[in-house]
C-alpha cells in the first residue's frame, strides 16, 4: 500500500512541477475575465509572486534547503487550493489562494528538480504510476471546459488531491543535509529585484485586466526608474551577483527565461488578439501544454552534447514558423516542445555545475532564468503600447485588443507587426548567444 501511495504520489509531484506555471494561470485568468478589482487581484497576486518569489528566498538570510523549500511549496499549494475553494464563498481569500499557489509555482519545480537528483545519486527513485497521470489529466482537462463556478471547484479539488498526494514522494528523503557554505545569506541585490521586478509586474498585470492607463503608467515611469538604479547601484558598486557561472552559461539560461516569456506570456496575447479570446484553449494552451509533456521523450532522441544545440534549431524554427499567423499554434507547439528540451538540458548542466554549492545549483538557474523572463517581458509591453500610440489609438485600446472575446482587423492588424518586432528580438538573442559561443570555441582552438 504504501509504495503504490509513493507511486501515486511521484506521479502527482511530477504533473505538479510541469504544470504548476500554467493551470493556475489559466484559472485565475478565467476568473480575472469579470474584470473587477476583486476578480483580478488573485490572478496579479499569483503571477506577480511567481515571477518575484526566487528572488526574495534569495534575498533573506535563510537555513531552508531544497528539501525544506520543497516540503514548503508542497504546504503552499495544498493551503492554496483550500483557499481557492473557500474563495468561492468569501471573495476576499481568493487572493491569498493566488499569493500560496504563486509562491509554490516559483518555488517547487527547481526544489523537485534538485531532489530528484537527490533522489537518482541515492537510488531512492521509485516508480510512477501511468493509470494515475492518465486520470489527474482527464480530470483537470473536464475542469478546463466547464463553466467558471464548476471549473474553479473541479480544480481546485483535484490540485489539492494532487499536493496531498505528493506528500508521500518525498517521505523517502532523509538525512538530506547542506553545509554552512550551501546557506543563503542576505543579498540586498535580490531583495532589490524582488521589490523592483514585484511592483513592475504587479502594475504591468493589473493595469491590462483592469484596463487602467494610470497603472500603466506607474509600470512605465517604475521601469525607467528601476533601470536607472540598477545602473547606478553597478557604478557606485561595481559588483555583481557571484554566480560562478560562465558567461556563455548565463546567456543560454537568459536565452531560455527570453523563450518562456515569448512562449507562455507573447503567445497567448497574440492568440487573443488575432483569434479572439475564446480560441485560447484550442490554439494555445493545449499545443503549449502537449509539448511540454513531449519534450522530456523528444530529449531521449539527442545526444546529451548537442542536445542544447538541436533545441535552439527546434525553437528558432517555431519562431520562423509563428511569423506566418495561420500556423501560429503549430509555432506554439514547436517552441514549447524545443523550449522543454532546452530546459532539461540545462537543468543538468547546472546540476553538474561543481563551482556551484550543490543544494542551490538550481536556485541559481532559476533567478537568472527569470532575469531574462522578466525582461523580454517588458520589452515587448513597451514596444507594444509604443505600436498602438503610433496608430493614433490610445492605451486603453491596446487592453481592448488583446482581451476581446472576438478578433477585429485591427487587433489582427496590431498582432502582425507586434509578432514580427517579437519574433525578431528573440532571433537575434540567439543570434548573438551563437555568435559568442562560435568566439568562445575559436579562442578554445
Not at 8 to 14: E, H, M
Not at 193 to 222: E, T, W
Not at 345 to 367: E, I
Request: charged share 10%; net charge positive; proline share 2%.
Amino acid at each position: 500500500m504504501r509504495q503504490k501511495l509513493e507511486s501515486i504520489g511521484n506521479s502527482a509531484l511530477s504533473l505538479i512541477s510541469s504544470t504548476v506555471i500554467i493551470l493556475p494561470f489559466m484559472m485565475f485568468l478565467k476568473l480575472a475575465s469579470r474584470h473587477t478589482v476583486i476578480a483580478v487581484l488573485p490572478f496579479v497576486i499569483f503571477y506577480t509572486f511567481r515571477m518575484t518569489g526566487v528572488f526574495f528566498i534569495r534575498g533573506i538570510r535563510t537555513t531552508i534547503n531544497s528539501y525544506t523549500l520543497l516540503k514548503l511549496a508542497i504546504y503552499c499549494g495544498l493551503m492554496g487550493a483550500v483557499f481557492g475553494l473557500l474563495g468561492l464563498v468569501v471573495s476576499g481569500l481568493a487572493s491569498i489562494a493566488g499569493g500560496l499557489l504563486g509562491l509554490s509555482a516559483a518555488w517547487l519545480p527547481m526544489a523537485n528538480a534538485t531532489i530528484n537528483a537527490f533522489k537518482q545519486e541515492n537510488a531512492l527513485v521509485s516508480s510512477k504510476r501511468k493509470d494515475a497521470t492518465g486520470l489527474f489529466l482527464i480530470l483537470l482537462g473536464s475542469a478546463l471546459g466547464l463553466p467558471l463556478q464548476a471549473s474553479l471547484i473541479v480544480f481546485f479539488c483535484v490540485y489539492g488531491l494532487m499536493y496531498l498526494c505528493s506528500l508521500f514522494a518525498i517521505a523517502k528523503v532523509r538525512d538530506y543535509k547542506i553545509t554552512s557554505h550551501e546557506l543563503e545569506g542576505y543579498s540586498y541585490w535580490y531583495l532589490s529585484l524582488f521589490g523592483g521586478f514585484f511592483c513592475l509586474i504587479f502594475a504591468l498585470r493589473a493595469s491590462r485586466l483592469l484596463v487602467s492607463v494610470v497603472q500603466f503608467d506607474y509600470f512605465l515611469y517604475g521601469t525607467l526608474f528601476f533601470i536607472l538604479c540598477v545602473l547606478g547601484y553597478k557604478f557606485l558598486t561595481g559588483s555583481n551577483p557571484q554566480r560562478k557561472v560562465s558567461r556563455q552559461v548565463s546567456m543560454l539560461t537568459l536565452v531560455n527565461g527570453a523563450v518562456g516569456n515569448y512562449l507562455f506570456l507573447f503567445s497567448s496575447l497574440y492568440i487573443a488578439g488575432y483569434y479572439g479570446h475564446r480560441q485560447l484553449f484550442m490554439l494555445f494552451y493545449l499545443p503549449y501544454v502537449l509539448g511540454l509533456l513531449l519534450a522530456s521523450r523528444v530529449a531521449k532522441f539527442f545526444d546529451k552534447h548537442t542536445q542544447q544545440q538541436w533545441a535552439l534549431v527546434g525553437i528558432v524554427l517555431g519562431l520562423l514558423v509563428g511569423v506566418s499567423t495561420p500556423v501560429m499554434p503549430i509555432a506554439i507547439l514547436i517552441i514549447s516542445l524545443f523550449k522543454g528540451v532546452l530546459n532539461k538540458s540545462l537543468n543538468t548542466v547546472y546540476l553538474t555545475k561543481n563551482t556551484l554549492p550543490k543544494d542551490k545549483r538550481m536556485w541559481v538557474k532559476y533567478t537568472i532564468q527569470g532575469i531574462g523572463s522578466i525582461l523580454n517581458q517588458f520589452i515587448l509591453m513597451i514596444i507594444g503600447s509604443v505600436l498602438v500610440l503610433e496608430s493614433q489609438r490610445s492605451i486603453q485600446t491596446f487592453f481592448m485588443l488583446t482581451s476581446q472575446t472576438t478578433a477585429t482587423a485591427t487587433s489582427q492588424a496590431l498582432m502582425q507587426v507586434w509578432n514580427v518586432i517579437a519574433t525578431g528580438i528573440l532571433l537575434l538573442i540567439i543570434l548573438l548567444y551563437g555568435i559568442m559561443t562560435y568566439q568562445q570555441a575559436a579562442k578554445g582552438k
